[in-house]
């Protein structure tokens, strides 16, 4: 009980992080490139976190790491299942 009591106290603070995190790739990302070469990867935390120093080494001001990792690193690890391919109307792939 204690523990789904203490689950429930923390998802306003999760979501917050993860709506950070979000707003952080936006901010952060975009000026170089589009969101899709980010949200295609499968990679584990580890390599995320390389990720940002290469992108930081090329001149990226990431102000929040902390949160644009965690995000990553949820949203997109090597254990998240790939997106389900955008497709038109008539059915042929985007």
Sequence with gaps: ?????????AMPLLAADFEAGKAEER?????C???RIIHVQRLPRATWERELTKMEGWGTVIKDRAALLEYLA?????????????????????
């Design 74 to 94: 949820a949203s997109y690890s090597d254990t998240t299942p790939p997106p389900t391919p955008m497709l038109s109307g008539d059915g042929r792939k985007k």
């Design 27 to 31: 901010r952060a990302c975009t000026s």
């Design 33 to 35: 490139h589009g969101l």
């Design 1 to 9: 009980m204690r523990y789904l009591l203490g689950m429930l106290l």
